[in-house]
């Protein structure tokens, strides 16, 4: 829903759901945009390294993709930025109540969560110490479970561990429905356009998307809604998916997509036999989507990997705002 403002421009509702390293690369372009609002709608279904411990023995939701959404939000040279993406050294001690393997920020968003009395206090505190201006919301405040179940029937739990099972993947689920926040659910209804990010689709866009509430409001949104596609594979999660396969699968999750963004640059080959190396092929796109496809520069390839380019989808990310 734009708002106008007396300054004669419109500010647009833009909301980007996902998890993981894909969405804060979104977020890291996009909060440089003039003249927009933006939610960022995390999951909280890891349950794997530091963050999986925490939620083990706090029992409070997982924290690592909010803790990357936060630092992605933060205004540039805020030397608080590195400091809570410390994370703790091996020791001598590998207990399960030592802090080695501990990320900084994570056990300052757990202890927030005990002096401000909940998990959406601590964040919102943390927003205020990071003079972050955007809202993140969590999917869900429940502690969920991912599970996933594969082409042979096999029933993997832990988001963690469904990436290490060499099988194609038929759904992911939980066994108890969780509640969605009622922020995100305002968030969707109220956009004019929401982006599902980049990034694992099957342990971060998907957990969002089944979660029920949710699944309506994406339905029932008048915003237009962006699907940022994978430029490589996963190994065991998607491994041989085109990009297809790729919105087949959201699709049958849930998603609508009224537009897919991919990229057009071309590959380097020895980057391209680097990824094969860890069972990672190129998304190939074979034109029978059945969907409009936007193909731009979206990539940067200076870390000699294949990485989007914030600035890249900036630049996207204005053009599809201006036909709204």
Known sequence: MRVFYHT??????????????????????IKNIEDIEISAIVTVADDGGSTGRIRSLYNIPAMGDIRNVLLALTPQNNYM????????????????????????????????????????GAIETMKKVLNVKEDIIPSTLDIITLYAR????????????????????????????????????????????VIYG???????????????????ALKNTKALRVYFANCMTQNNETFDYDLKDHIKAMED??????????????????????????????????????????????????????RHDPEKIKIVTEEILKRL
């Open 150 to 193: 594969m082409d042979d029937d096999t029933i993997v739990m832990g988001e963690a561990n469904i990436p290490s099972f060499n099988h194609h993947i038929k759904e992911v689920f939980y066994m108890k429905k969780p509640q969605a926040t009622k922020e995100a659910i305002k968030a969707i209804m109220e956009a004019d356009l």
């Open 253 to 306: 999750h849930g998603a609508i997509i009224d537009l897919v963004v991919k990229h057009k640059e071309v590959i380097p080959e020895y980057i391209k036999e680097r990824y094969l190396k860890e069972n990672s092929i190129e998304v190939i796109d074979h034109h029978d989507t059945q969907k409009e496809v936007m193909t731009r520069d979206l990539l940067d390839f200076s870390s000699d990997l294949v």
């Open 8 to 29: 004669g421009s419109y500010m647009y509702k833009v909301v980007v759901i996902g998890g993981g390293h894909g969405q804060s690369t979104i977020l890291k372009g």
């Open 198 to 216: 980049i990034g694992s689709v099957y342990t971060s866009i998907i957990p969002n998307i089944i979660i029920d509430g949710i699944n309506k």
């Open 81 to 120: 930025t590195d400091l809570l993406n410390y994370r703790f050294s091996p020791g001598n001690s590998q207990g399960e109540y030592d802090i080695i393997g501990h990320n900084l920020g994570n056990l300052i968003l757990t202890a927030l969560t005990d002096t401000s009395g909940s998990f959406s």
